[in-house]
């Protein structure tokens, strides 16, 4: 696995400042646009980091997908969400059948929606259409153990570069990234607090639909985790094996790995109804 730390450490050594050149060249032409200038708002700032980041002043965004990382999460047995991890699975079937509301934007964006399943507690049928880089069945239990070790934790990374590479190759100018994991807004929240340093109670909400006493004791569970592992905001992989999610890892991969390709990324978040 030190190999796999290896490369992670290259993808990031090859991510590049943006190009302020493109970015000189972006800004001229909105000027000869025209239009009154700064009249098309955040629109224009978007257009001018989006050459930035490619390198050319008139990047094109002909060729798109949305990139959805599933995960399911071992603190879910303390009673975190108001859905069972079972659902995790049926909201990939949704997914495959196109009748998730990623589906309807992205076929609205000429997206291409691909779906990978890095830590389902579940084994999906063969024939689907999954990408399948199962970690595990899902995370430990992080009240009791780490969520994960730093291998695996180091594995969730370089899944995400090896799947954003994959569709690099086979032609993509601007990649969304999602999740889908019962429970995930628990990790989400512990890893916010690690790096904020805020209490808990500020970087924490409801989440799946729970009630305020599900939240306060949400928020118990994750000062708990946070209280035994003691994560190192300057060890990354180790906060991530602490309190996180291979889903969590695999975003950063996608990330990393489409900025040292000079494509641009952005987030979406797939949630089930009432989440």
Known sequence: ?????????????????????????????????????????????????????????????????????????????????????DVTAQMVLNFLRGGAAINILARQAGARVIVADVGLAADLPPHLDVFQYKIARGTANFVRQPAMSREQAAQAIQV??????????????????GEMGIGNTTPASAITAVYTGLPVVEVTGHGTGVDDEGLAHKIEIIERALARHEPDPADPLGVLAAVGGFEIGAIAGVCLGAAAQRRSWSMVLSRPPGR
């Not at 995400?160 to 990234?177: H, N, P, R, S």
């Open 160 to 177: 995400g570069i090896d799947i954003v590479a994959d569709q690099i190759a086979q032609g993509l100018d601007l990649v969304a990234t």
């Open 1 to 85: 696995m030190m190999a796999s730390t290896a490369q992670i450490v290259q993808t990031c050594a090859a991510i590049a400042p943006l190009d302020r050149a493109a970015m000189d060249a972006a800004r001229a032409r909105q000027k000869q646009l025209t239009k009154p200038e700064g009249s098309l708002g955040r629109l224009e700032l978007l257009s001018i980091q989006l050459a930035g980041i490619t390198g050319q002043a008139r990047p094109q965004v002909e060729r798109k997908a949305v990139i959805i990382l599933v995960g399911d999460h071992g603190v879910v047995a303390e009673g975190v969400s108001a859905y069972p991890s």
